[in-house]
């Protein structure tokens, strides 16, 4: 129960540091193709990181929901 909720607060605070800044989000979610090995693979955890927040933050949030479906005492 307390782990779910760590894992919403830990996918919602990575998303804050993530989320990328006005007008830059189609070259977020797209890592760039062209440049050396390194180059092109810097933007891959990141994008991957932004697809994959919203899937988990939903899973995770109606697992916390179901959980304490009936309150906190029961």
Do not use: C, E, H, M
Request: aromatic share 10%.
């Amino acid at each position: 129960q307390a782990n779910d909720l760590r894992y919403t607060r830990d996918v919602t605070l990575g998303l804050i540091a993530v989320w990328p800044r006005r007008g830059q989000w189609l070259r977020t979610l797209r890592p760039s193709q062209a440049g050396k090995l390194p180059a092109r693979l810097y933007g891959w955890p990141r994008a991957v990181g932004l697809w994959a927040a919203l899937p988990a933050l939903l899973l995770v949030t109606t697992g916390v929901l179901r959980v304490f479906q009936d309150g906190f005492d029961g």
